[in-house]
């Protein structure tokens, strides 16, 4: 006898991709259409909420029948709707959410909210035809370290619902350190993409900064050191008429931040004597990052995986990965229709 295949259309706004997604059995990628606002707010070196509401609110209803047409799907094919409840800014968020609460009433489909953290680390579950990944086979337990705009969170993962923070940034996120020094620099919106571009051409150790160092038992990390390093570096070469190379600095900045994430991530994978390791999160799309990591961990005998680039920021192919997981152990049941969902713009990891 043949199963019917799980499909869940998953909807994502949480900051500036307006994306849907329908994905079987938490695995295979039916349609993922990104749309992004980057152009749109790069104009302004950051993301503004308020634009960012109003362009979801043109580009969700398009994004969200292009994304079904490619699946070959319709609303009555759907098992579930997965949707993006927060962290993120409570405006998108609001747009995504509400529209997917509409969905669910009208069409009695039942809806799962979900924590976009969370999210990024299913991304590595998934198999893509485009990019040929095959996706990761689940095994608890599970370290996970999550590096994107808003966060920076190492992730001990026990089983799909039991999770807990191991580390996480004190100030800083990385992501939001690299859009600050990009700025800094006069490279465009987003910042990590160019850092890592131009980082390529600089010379190794030319230019360094300091690496934060916490209580030794700590796996937080910390990144406004750094951001003031590098701003006061830059201030001195303007004082003293020095020329200013822009390749050795991002080199020099980037490898810093590297070097927190990978040392701490691996320190804490060897504390909790876990071998199976999950990237994910914006600027898990850095080559200089993947190749570290990747270097560092196999040293250490840890199982390092990281989802193609394109699924690294924000996509709602992972919130639909992520979704499947609540709906096959029944925690649908609980939260089917329910109209008083709100968004949660500073939701908790632990909260999920
Ligand atoms: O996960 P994401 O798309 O959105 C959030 O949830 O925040 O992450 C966006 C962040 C931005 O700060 C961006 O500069 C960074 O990810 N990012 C990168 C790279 N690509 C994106 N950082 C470093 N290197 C990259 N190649
Ligand atoms: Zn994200």
Redesign the pocket.
Known sequence: MTQNKIKILAIET??D?TSAAVIEDGKRILSNIISSQRDTHSLYGGVVPEIASREHLKLLVPVVEKSLALAGVELDDIDALAVTRGPGLVGPLLVGLSYAKALSYAKRIPIIPLN?IKC?IYANFLEDSLTKNQGMELEFPLMALVV???HSDIIYLKSHHELEIVGETLDDAA??A??KIARALDLGY????E??KLAREGKPKEVEFPRATLKERSYDFSFSGLKSAVLNYLNQCKMKNEPINKEDIALGFQQSVIDQLVTNTLKACKERQVEELLIA???S???ALREEFKERAEKKGIRVSFPPPIL???NAAMVGACGYWYYVSGRIEKIQNRLDLNAVPNLSLEDN
């Open positions: 949480s900051c991709e976009h990024h994107s705009g808003g992501g939001e690299f859009d987003p910042g990590g993409p850092i890592d999160g914006g600027v799309a850095n080559s690294c920021t924000d």
